[in-house]
Each structure stands twice: as structure tokens, then as C-alpha cells.
């Protein structure tokens, strides 16, 4: 088993040592093996660019349809205390009269 990185640029695990560097011979990146790749934060944005963060309050600014709820979540419903997630729909909260729901962070305004 190889205790090599995995490339930073497609994720291989086949990565081999050349001298200093490591290669990556499916896409063919090189990288200095003495270079810790850096980890970014995911910076959430809303609908108009405003920069989220857990805690924050969110109006929706477009009427949605949730799938297996005959209701509809209206424009200028305000969402109190969300909280960030890496996943498809970025943003966790509570709805009052929906629940528990996941929402895309294109579909609501900071307020």
C-alpha cells in the first residue's frame, strides 16, 4: 500500500515519486512532495453574494414546491438560525409549518 498523496488536481491514487517531486500519471500534475496541499475553506453564498455563515437568517426569494409536501415555502419566508453543509442543497433548517429541510443557497437573500 502506498502512503504517497493522492493528486491534488484529480484525485488518483496512482502517484509516484520522481526525484523531489510526485507525478500523477493519469493527468500528468506534478507537485513538489515537500508542498503540504493547502485546504480551503467552501465559502457559501447567497442569491445576491453575500457571504453565509452558521446562525445566519435567510429570507427565500422564490416560491417553492417541496418534493412529498403538498405545500408551497413562499417568497419572503424568513428562515432563522441556518446551518452549512457540504452537500447538494447546502444550507440545514427549520421552517415553521414545513420541518426539517435542506435548501440551495441560490434560492435565499441574507437578511
Given amino acids: 500500500m502506498s502512503s504517497l498523496p493522492p493528486c491534488p488536481a484529480c484525485h ?3 502517484t509516484y515519486e520522481d526525484g523531489a517531486n510526485l507525478v500523477c500519471p493519469e493527468c500528468g500534475h ?3 512532495a515537500q508542498a503540504a496541499p493547502a485546504e ?3 465559502v457559501y453564498r447567497d442569491a445576491a453574494g453575500n457571504v453565509l455563515q452558521d446562525g ?10 417541496p418534493k412529498g409536501s403538498g405545500g408551497v415555502i413562499k417568497q419572503g419566508t424568513k428562515v ?7 452537500s447538494d442543497h447546502d444550507i440545514d433548517c427549520k421552517i415553521d409549518g414545513f420541518g426539517a429541510m435542506s435548501l440551495k443557497t441560490e ?3 441574507k437578511v
Fill in 56 to 65: 445566519d437568517t435567510v429570507t427565500v426569494i422564490k416560491d417553492l414546491k
Fill in 107 to 109: 434560492f435565499v437573500r
Fill in 12 to 14: 488518483s491514487t496512482y
Fill in 80 to 86: 432563522k438560525n441556518i446551518r452549512l453543509v457540504d
Fill in 40 to 42: 480551503t475553506a467552501r
Fill in 30 to 32: 506534478e507537485w513538489s
